[in-house]
C-alpha cells in the first residue's frame, strides 16, 4: 500500500495521555490513552524496559482475554503469553500494546458461546463462524495508530502469529524480525492452539505433545 493511501485510509490518533502505573512486580509501566482511534476502543500502550540502542523497540500486540488474563483460564494461552510479554518488553525495551478485543474480536459473551460450541466438538474457528463471527474479527490497524503516535514505524514482534506481520505492513510498520513466544500446552487447550497451527499459521512447535 502506498504512502499516500495508507495516509488516507489511516487517520492520525495522538496520545491523549500518560501515566506511570507500577505493576504487580514493582516494575514501573508508562500507560499510554489515545485519541483518534479507529474503532473507538479504549486500547493501552505500556511502555516497558530501557530504551533499545538501536531505537527498535520489542513490541507485542496482545488481545484482551478476560477470562486467561484475570482468571487464570487453561482453555487459551493468553494469560502465560501476557506475563511472557511483560517480562521480555522489560527486559528489552519497548511497548505491550493491550487491544480491546475479545474473543478475536467478537466479544466476551460471544466468546462464551464458542466455548459451549467448542464442548460440543467444534474448533475455535469453525465456533465463530457457527455463531455468524469472522474466524477472526480483529483489526490491527488501531495498532498500526498507536505505534505512529508513539513515534515508531520500525518494531520487533513478539507473536506466533503471522497475520500480525501482515497486517502491520499493510498499514505501513516494518517488522524487522518476529520473535516467537513460548509454548503454554495444558490438558485444557491443546485442541485450541492445535486448530490454531493448522488453521491460522501460528507459529508452535506442539509436536507431538500430550497432557
Known amino acids: 500500500m502506498q504512502a499516500q493511501a495508507i495516509d488516507d485510509l489511516l487517520p492520525a490518533a495522538r496520545v ?6 507500577p505493576l504487580a512486580d ?3 509501566a508508562l500507560f ?3 485519541d483518534g482511534l479507529v474503532d473507538g476502543r479504549e486500547h493501552l500502550a505500556l511502555g516497558l524496559g530501557p530504551q533499545p540502542a538501536d531505537d527498535i523497540p520489542l513490541v507485542r500486540l496482545h488481545s484482551e482475554c478476560l477470562t486467561g488474563d484475570v482468571f487464570g483460564s487453561q482453555r487459551c494461552d493468553c494469560g502465560p503469553q501476557l506475563q511472557e510479554a511483560l517480562r521480555r518488553v522489560g527486559e528489552a525495551g519497548g511497548y505491550v500494546l493491550y487491544l480491546r478485543q475479545e474473543g478475536r474480536g467478537i466479544g466476551l459473551y460471544a466468546k ?6 467448542q464442548d460440543r466438538g467444534l474448533d475455535t474457528f469453525a465456533a465463530n463462524r457457527q455463531l455468524h ?3 477472526d474479527a480483529r483489526d490491527y490497524r488501531c495498532a498500526a495508530q498507536m ?5 515508531i514505524k520500525r518494531i520487533r514482534l513478539l507473536s506466533n502469529n503471522p497475520d500480525k506481520v ?4 499493510a498499514w505501513g510498520i516494518e517488522v524487522v524480525e518476529r520473535l516467537s513466544t513460548g509454548v503454554y500446552l495444558t490438558a485444557h487447550n491443546h485442541a485450541y492452539l492445535s486448530a490454531k497451527v493448522r488453521l491460522a499459521r501460528h507459529d508452535l512447535e506442539l ?4 497432557c
Open 16 to 21: 491523549r495521555r500518560r501515566v506511570t502505573v
Open 26 to 28: 514493582g516494575t514501573p
Open 32 to 34: 499510554h490513552s489515545f
Open 112 to 117: 462464551l458461546d464458542a466455548y459451549g460450541l
Open 133 to 135: 463471527h469472522p474466524e
Open 147 to 151: 505505534l505512529f503516535a508513539l513515534g
Open 166 to 169: 501482515d497486517q502491520l505492513a
Open 207 to 210: 509436536g507431538d505433545a500430550q
